[in-house]
């Protein structure tokens, strides 16, 4: 059986099902506020979590892209990748330099070649080369060539 990856936040659970606006009235927003806060838990699933979350709502504030930026900066290379993606889908160029050091790494993950499909420029072309080689992970290797394909031809692409 495999376990299922949650938030310890009751708070953060609760959006997940749906429960929690995030915007339309001004308990909403007071959620988007307490969510934006949780960026900065001390428990990594929390922390995870909330940057995913924030990343995925369809919302551009300047809060919501100074949590996301502060977040690339989190010592999980998860948390990273999340807010690395969610600037890409808001500001292709604000994302081009964090893209660009994620793929510097030595490993990557799934929101980082999102995020390069999203942000589309040539100069990742290069970056994204070092990890095309093909593995035992055909979605992996699959999503790499879709981004690979974005970058070449400059068309922002959602994988």
């Given at each position: 059986?495999?376990?299922?990856?949650?938030?310890?936040?009751?708070?953060?659970?609760?959006?997940?099902?749906?429960?929690?606006?995030?915007?339309?009235?001004?308990w909403a927003e007071s959620?988007?506020?307490?969510?934006?806060?949780?960026?900065?838990?001390?428990?990594?699933?929390?922390?995870?979590?909330?940057?995913f979350l924030l990343s995925?709502?369809?919302?551009?504030?300047?809060?919501?892209?100074?949590?996301?930026?502060?977040?690339?900066?989190?010592?999980?290379?998860?948390?990273?990748?999340?807010?690395?993606?969610?600037?890409?889908?808001?500001?292709?160029?604000?994302?081009?330099?964090?893209?660009?050091?994620?793929?510097?790494?030595?490993?990557?993950?799934?929101?980082?070649?999102?995020?390069?499909?999203?942000?589309?420029?040539?100069?990742?072309?290069?970056?994204?080369?070092?990890?095309?080689?093909?593995?035992?992970?055909?979605?992996?290797?699959?999503?790499?060539?879709?981004?690979?394909?974005?970058?070449?031809?400059?068309?922002?692409?959602?994988?």
């Open positions: 059986m495999t376990e299922i990856y949650e938030p310890s936040s009751e708070f953060l659970r609760a959006i997940t099902s749906g429960d929690v606006p995030l915007s339309g009235s001004s959620n988007l506020c307490r969510l934006v806060a949780m960026t900065h838990d001390a428990d990594r699933s929390n922390r995870d979590w909330a940057t995925q709502a369809d919302l551009d504030t300047s809060d919501v892209r100074e949590a996301l930026l502060q977040a690339t900066e989190d010592d999980d290379e998860n948390v990273r990748a999340e807010a690395i993606w969610g600037l890409a889908k808001r500001d292709r160029e604000l994302a081009l330099p964090l893209v660009h050091r994620a793929l510097s790494a030595g490993s990557v993950t799934v929101p980082i070649i999102e995020a390069a499909a999203l942000v589309a420029h040539s100069s990742l072309v290069a970056d994204l080369l070092r990890f095309s080689a093909p593995s035992d992970r055909a979605y992996l290797d699959e999503l790499i060539q879709a981004a690979l394909t974005a970058c070449q031809t400059g068309q922002s692409t959602a994988l």
